[in-house]
């Protein structure tokens, strides 16, 4: 006589193989992929990210081809960098922000801005971009200023700003804040200011200007607001088709430790654009806090002087 199937809800006896519902036999499921039977209790993972945002795009080159990196800025355009040599990333150092590694093992720097061929057919300001490299040609870091339109086509080259360093994986290690200053030197409030963060949201220094009746002067600052460096140019407006040097200097001003140098880019290049060329030089044992806060004297220096030059 055969054996009568046990009834739901009852415990097996031995030599019953086990029973499944129908249901777990069934295909996948329309809405997950997965079988029925497998549904209870189951989540699909959620994306860690919120889907793909607009923002600025860079394409390093890797070991299988060009990796595709989004960058943490909201904005409609893109950038493209590609057959672009980054280098190397250091070691992570102690009492370091990460990020800065890059600057421990390098004692000159070289800042190109892009060139928008927007900006150049139109004189409609455009958001800056900057390529920051060492010596060798080597892509260090990227620069992308964050401003509304309405701030750089109103204020120009006085208007306040936010520059956001990034990394080859487009990880923001800088930020530089700029505030809302006026161009005249004539009263002490209209002196120009940047602050220097690391991570971002981080001070780690100040580079502030120093009121002269002809000469531009900064001071380089720590995190503490205490003064480290002096930054000392020529009367720009006297130089014209060469080179032009601001000294980095003791506090003193006695002691030249580096320079800041905006390069003459030709006279084509000079008269129909803004795009700018720096270099910077100190010394390869100075604190890595202190090369950050460099740079951002540098970009100060470019707005001050050199934007909306066309």
Not at 3 to 12: F, I
Not at 71 to 83: E, F, G, T
Not at 152 to 162: K, V
Not at 229 to 245: E, H, S
């Amino acid at each position: 006589m055969p054996m009568e199937a046990p009834r739901p809800g009852t415990h097996l006896p031995a030599g019953y193989a086990p029973q499944y519902p129908p249901a777990a036999f069934q295909g996948p499921s329309a809405q997950t992929g997965h079988p029925v039977a497998l549904q209870t209790g189951y989540q699909d993972p959620q994306p860690a990210y919120p889907g793909p945002q607009l923002g600025y795009t860079v394409a390093t080159a890797g070991s299988g081809g060009y990796n595709a990196t989004q960058l943490p800025i909201q904005r409609s355009q893109a950038i493209i960098l590609v057959n672009t040599q980054w280098m190397p990333a250091p070691p992570p150092l102690q009492n370091c922000p990460p990020g800065l590694e890059y600057l421990s093992q390098i004692d000159q720097i070289l800042i190109h801005q892009q060139t928008e061929l927007l900006e150049v057919l139109t004189g409609f300001e455009t958001n800056n971009k900057f390529e920051i490299k060492n010596s060798l040609g080597q892509m260090v870091y990227l620069a992308v200023e964050d401003t509304d339109c309405c701030t750089r086509n109103c204020c120009e080259a006085a208007r306040p700003f936010t520059l956001r360093i990034l990394d080859n994986l487009g990880q923001e290690v800088m930020t530089l804040e700029r505030p809302l200053r006026c161009s005249s030197c004539c009263f002490p409030c209209c002196l120009q200011e940047i602050e220097i963060q690391a991570p971002p949201g981080v001070p780690i220094g100040y580079v502030t200007q120093n009121w002269h009746p002809c000469l531009p002067k900064l001071t380089l600052q720590n995190e503490k607001k205490e003064n480290v460096l002096k930054v000392v140019g020529p009367c720009v407006a006297c130089t014209c088709c060469t080179d032009i040097d601001f000294e980095i200097r003791s506090l003193d001003e006695q002691s030249r430790i580096g320079k800041i140098s905006k390069q003459w880019s030709g006279c084509v290049k000079e008269a129909f654009t803004d795009s700018d060329n720096f270099g910077i030089q100190f010394p390869l044992d100075l604190d890595v806090k202190m090369k950050a806060v460099t740079l951002g004297a540098c970009f100060l220096l470019d707005y001050m002087f050199f934007e909306g030059c066309e």
